[in-house]
Structures are given as structure tokens and as C-alpha cells.
């Protein structure tokens, strides 16, 4: 581990640092024939496998990433992946690349995927993370994937040590996610297990909504959440955000406590949800202060 940075934080650069020394010291324990047999050139045309693979490919092996990698308001490493050649997905473009492996998504440009395999590219697909257990297995799959085992099982003792200390155990207080055009996500989502680890229930859910959905602001309302959790606005206006300033949201959002995230830590399956987990249990703690000092005499 010469040359690498230990440190206690795994939530911003201390993340990448493990990442960077498990790639860094891996390679040594891989055994010989593992390493010969690992791609020489990846491609990854997925905003989830950017990560993963960034996190765990060996210098020079990751050799594209798709454009949204670089966009701050979806990704968590938007820094690591200005280094490398940002691809659009397109088959010819990939192609030219002479992957040895392409990482996509299970619903990432089809037409793509159905030529590249025609053309005797091997691709593999990931489906979008639905649970916080999720993330130890994409890491699993896309590192035996890379030929980097190693680096994957060190990434996933880290991210399941984290994940368990960030559990927040106390009675869960309702709380509503509510983004652009009264979008929501309810049971059987990676937002919702979020919560639920940070000390929350989730309206949506208890609405009988599974998966994605537009809640009605009506029923947000009546629901009575003690918390909610709306994303950062993107840059300009748009008129399915005009929602998000609602006075009756607005009041909800004065009587309950608040939180503005960013979607770049909740929309992918990787170890970056660590953030929005320790977000959301700011929030929940937050939340308890506030509620102690208004019953206190």
C-alpha cells in the first residue's frame, strides 16, 4: 500500500482514495493467469457502470465513459471521469474504441447493445439498483467482470462496515420524497431503503405506491410528513419544478423539517450512497433537536 492515503472518512475523497489504493495494491494479489485474462480496454456507456468501473479498473483499462459521467447534477465523480474520453453511446462510436469488454445498462440504448453483440463485443449489463444490498452485488459483478475481484470484495467490506454504522435505530418518522412534476419513489426502490436505513417511512409507501409515480400534492399534504426531501433545482427554470415551490408545499416544507439533495448520490447502485444515507440521518437527527426543543418548557 506504499503511496496510498488511509483515512476514517468514506464519504467524499476518502472513498476514491480506497478506490484508488485498492486498485493500486490489488493488482499484485491477483494471481497471474487472472490478470492475463482481465479486459485491456473497457468501455462503459451506463451513468452507473461509470462508476463502478472508475472505482475499480486498473490504471489504463477503463478507456471510456459515457458523457453523463461529467454532468454534476447525475454523477458522483464528475472529476475522475474528465479524465478519461466520454462516449454517447452510439455502437459505431464504441465500437472503434476495440473494446474487450462494454459495461452497460439493462436499459441503456438496446439498439447499441444488440449490435455490439453482433459484432462479437462482449457486454455486460447491470440492472438498476432497487436495494442498498444491491451495491455489494454490482460491485461483485462488474469486478469479476474486470478481472478486479480483489479490489471489488475490498470495496464492498468498506461499503457494508459504513452502511451498518450509518444506521439510524429509532422509531421512523414519515417523510416524503417530492421532486420535479410530484414525481416520487415508494416501495421496492433504492430511495426508499435510504430512508428507511436513515430513520424514516416513507409517504409514498404507506400511499401503496411501489417503484416510481407521481404523488398527488394533495395526499403529500394530508399525510402530514415530518420531513421533506426535494432535489437541487437544475440551472435554468422549468415549468415541472414550478411544483416545488407550491404554497401548499411550502407550507408543509415550513412545518415539517426540509432537505435538498442532489440526485448524483441516489440514483446509482455504488458505494456513493453512503452520502446520501449519512445525509438523510443529518436530517433525521436534525429533525429530533428540533422536535425536543419545541416540547421542551
Partial sequence: MRGCVRGSDPLGAGLRTVALCASVAGSALLPARAQADAPGRVVSINLCTDQLAMMLAAPGQLVSVSALAVEPQSS??????RGIPQNHGQAEQVFLLRPDLVLAG??????????????????????????????AAHLRVVGAA?????????????????????RVSAEPAPAAMYYPNGYTTGAGTLADEILRHAGFSNVAVAAGLAGGGILPLERLVMAEPEMVVTSLPYPGASRSEEI??????????????????????????????????????????????????????
Fill in 244 to 297: 416545488l415551490v407550491h404554497p401548499a408545499l411550502q407550507a408543509v416544507r415550513e412545518r415539517a423539517g426540509s432537505a435538498e439533495v442532489t440526485d448524483a448520490d441516489w440514483i446509482c447502485g455504488t458505494p456513493h450512497v453512503l452520502r446520501a444515507v449519512a445525509g438523510m440521518g443529518e436530517a433525521r437527527r436534525g429533525l429530533d433537536a428540533a422536535q425536543l426543543s419545541q416540547a421542551a418548557p
Fill in 106 to 135: 439493462a436499459f441503456t440504448a438496446r439498439a447499441t447493445v444488440d449490435l455490439l453483440r453482433r459484432l462479437g463485443v462482449t457486454v455486460v449489463e447491470l440492472p438498476p439498483a432497487d436495494s442498498l444490498d444491491d451495491v
Fill in 76 to 81: 458522483s465523480m464528475v472529476e475522475e471521469a
Fill in 146 to 166: 474486470m478481472g478486479r475481484e480483489v479490489e471489488a470484495e475490498r470495496l464492498v467490506a468498506r461499503y457494508e462496515a459504513d452502511l451498518a454504522r450509518l
